[in-house]
């Protein structure tokens, strides 16, 4: 019951406007204020339908995208994104689109779509990208530690944002030591894998049980 007073986004993955604009109604129904869209997940079988990063592929297609979500979409937009599909430059081509369109907060990925979660980020190309941005961005990748997250802000002072995903999962105390609290104790990590364990079984046994139908 606590997590209702998390300001909460949800987040849509498509590269159909009409069924983005669709889901940004029924959100919008529920009473969410901002939506999401998905544009960094870099699953094969996502991507092999143009979806997720995906869609990076096809800059002509993605600001006809943006231009018919944005002249009709009643919230606020913000998007996920990687740097391209195969090397980081492609993301200056990405960015002038992303500049065109009132982007409520650009979440960096940096990295492009071939290096899924492997290799280095790429931090040279998000500072020129966070440079050259006339939205405000926030920074995603491979913050795993307090002390990783503080050598991004000491780099980068002016991004007041960042996205902790996979870093989470792993230290579920990460957010509570980036406000100077204590470590997770091992009550603490039991609990948190046990629940986790239990969520995945559920989700995916729904998975299993749906596909028999």
Known sequence: AHYRALPLVPQVMTCR?????WAAE?????????????????SGTVTAKGKGAGFLAKPEELDRFFD??????????????????????EFARLLEIYNRYPIACLTIHARVQKEKYRGPVHLD???QALAESRNPVCYNGDLRTAAEVEALSQRFPSVEAVMIGRGAVADPALLRKLRGGPAATKE????????LYRAYQAFYGQVGTAAQR
């Open 17 to 21: 406007a009409k069924d983005f604009l």
């Open 68 to 89: 018919q979500v944005f002249s009709k979409v009643r919230m606020p937009v913000s998007v996920k994104t990687r740097l391209g599909i195969q090397e980081p430059e």
């Open 125 to 127: 190309a998000f500072a």
């Open 188 to 195: 603490e990590l039991q609990a948190f894998t046990q629940d």
């Open 26 to 42: 029924v959100v919008a129904d529920m009473g969410y204020t901002e939506v999401n869209l998905n544009l960094g997940c870099p």
